[in-house]
């Protein structure tokens, strides 16, 4: 849930190398829109601006929490410290293969 800002196209092409499904939203959604979309599509990490992490005060679930900007406090990690790992890539496991 970011701007149009650095942090989304990094992640954007982290997602990408990892063949992740990315939800994209808006930071103008509210907290029952947030629920809906953690809950239908079984999020398991959110990044989000510092101000807009508290409509994520109501929305129950399992999933890891980034902010970026500010500090990050309670269950939030800080986006920054993506900087500080490694720049290879080496994938764990092949993605397998689906039908349609």
């Not at 992740?20 to 989000?48: C, E, K, M, S, Y």
Request: aromatic share 8%; proline share 8%; no cysteine.
């Amino acid at each position: 849930m970011l701007g149009n800002q650095q942090e989304l196209w990094v992640t954007a092409l982290a997602a990408m190398k990892l063949r992740a499904v990315v939800i994209p939203a808006t930071p103008l959604l509210g907290p029952a829109d947030l629920r809906d979309r953690v809950d239908r599509g079984r999020v398991r990490h959110v990044i989000v601006r510092a101000q807009d992490t508290g409509k994520f005060d109501d929305v129950p679930g399992d999933y890891t929490r980034i902010t970026v900007g500010g500090d990050a406090h309670g269950a939030w990690l800080p986006f920054d410290a993506v900087y500080g790992a490694g720049t290879d890539f080496r994938p764990t496991a092949r993605p397998a293969p689906t039908t349609r």
